[in-house]
């Protein structure tokens, strides 16, 4: 049985990119490529590293919780009062990489919030391949 009170939503967005997995970590991981994509920061790929991601409109702190390079990252990221947790995975494909982003934690009360992140993680990505693109 499950109670209301513990039940959390997920955003989830998979993606193709033609690109392979070594490609897109850099983005994911490097500071200076994240604040294209995403927000400022002052991201390292270490577990256990505390990071901030600032935008206009406020920031969002962080601390980093998995990494495998190339395979998988996860952060924490609260902002307000929410407490949620980032997770991205990197599987190869045979035309790139399948990225899978994650972001579970929404209360059942945090509908602006749910909602935000199911407009903005598409964005976001579309920025990220955008970046990927680029790299040589």
Known sequence: MTHAATE???VVVEREIPHPPEKIWRALTQPH???EWLMKNDFAAREGHRFSLTA????VDCVVQTVE??????????????RSTVSWTLTPT??????????EGF???????????SVGWPRF????????????
Do not use: C
């Not at 390079?69 to 929410?82: E, G, I």
């Not at 045979?94 to 972001?103: F, H, I, N, P």
């Not at 209360?107 to 992140?117: D, M, T």
């Open 107 to 117: 209360q059942p009360n945090q509908k602006p919030y749910f909602q935000g992140a």
């Open 94 to 103: 045979k035309d790139g990489t399948l990225l899978r982003m994650e972001q």
């Open 56 to 59: 206009d409109w406020g920031g």
């Open 69 to 82: 390079p190339h395979r998988a990252l996860s952060y924490a990221w609260d902002t307000k009062d929410l």
């Open 8 to 10: 959390t939503r997920s």
């Open 33 to 35: 490529l994240i604040a």
């Open 125 to 136: 990505i579309s920025a990220l391949e955008r970046v990927v693109e680029r790299l040589d």
